[in-house]
T-cell receptor, first 114, second 108 residues
């Protein structure tokens, strides 16, 4: 099992460019999450998907959109990148939301917006 | 709104010394989780505490959940270089909120 995979690992964008971060899990998990991690700020939830077909905003959703393509895949889109979106992005998955099962994290995408 | 605060932000200890990080919530939590992130890596789940006053141990790590379910601690006995990293708590009220983490640095 690969667990949670993310592509790309690194990306540099210019202000105003768009891109999609891909995430896939092979654990048959129902719930998936996107976080951003900035120095000294911990992990902040951008969006999550409790189950296939549903998505909800987290703590910092502005500037982002998500798509739960199927049970395995959950993508994060930046329509018009800004320097404030320079961060490390982690995708995670869990069996569900009830009882707060543990989350499994992917290796992360390091994004720089110039 | 719900806040989860973690202290200290940084901790330097000599190898072999003990280490403790504390997590405090502004609201009562239904449960709390702890994660470890090695430098350059991704968070990895350590444990979940659910019951008031619960104490769990994993080798040299001891986790506690407060009686009021508003605070938690992680204690490492006799730190080793493999303990280096950032330790996060994540509390669940109506949603999961991560603390900002405590970065542990071990001095040889």
């Amino acid at each position: 099992n690969a667990g949670v995979t993310q592509t790309p690992k690194f990306q540099v964008l210019k202000t105003g460019q768009s891109m999609t971060l891909q995430c896939a899990q092979d654990m048959n998990h129902n719930s998936m999450y996107w976080y951003r991690q900035d120095p000294g700020m911990g992990l902040r939830l951008i969006y999550y998907s409790a189950s296939e077909g549903t998505t909800d905003k987290g703590e910092v959703p502005n500037g982002y959109n998500v798509s739960r393509l199927n049970k395995r895949e959950f993508s994060l889109r930046l329509e018009s990148a800004a320097p404030s979106q320079t961060s490390v992005y982690f995708c995670a998955s869990s069996a569900g939301l009830a009882g707060t099962p543990k989350q499994f994290f992917g290796p992360g995408t390091r994004l720089t917006v110039l | 709104g719900q806040q989860v605060m973690q202290i200290p932000q940084y901790q330097h200890v000599q190898e072999g010394e003990d280490f403790t990080t504390y997590c405090n919530s502004s609201t009562t939590l239904s449960n709390i989780q702890w994660y470890k992130q090695r430098p350059g890596g991704h968070p990895v789940f350590l444990i979940q505490l659910v019951k008031s006053g619960e104490v769990k141990k994993q080798k040299r790590l001891t986790f506690q959940f407060g009686e009021a379910k508003k605070n938690s601690s992680l204690h490492i006995t006799a730190t080793q270089t493999t303990d280096v990293g950032t330790y996060f708590c994540a509390g669940r009220d109506d949603k999961i909120i991560f603390g900002k983490g405590t970065r542990l640095h071990i001095l040889p």
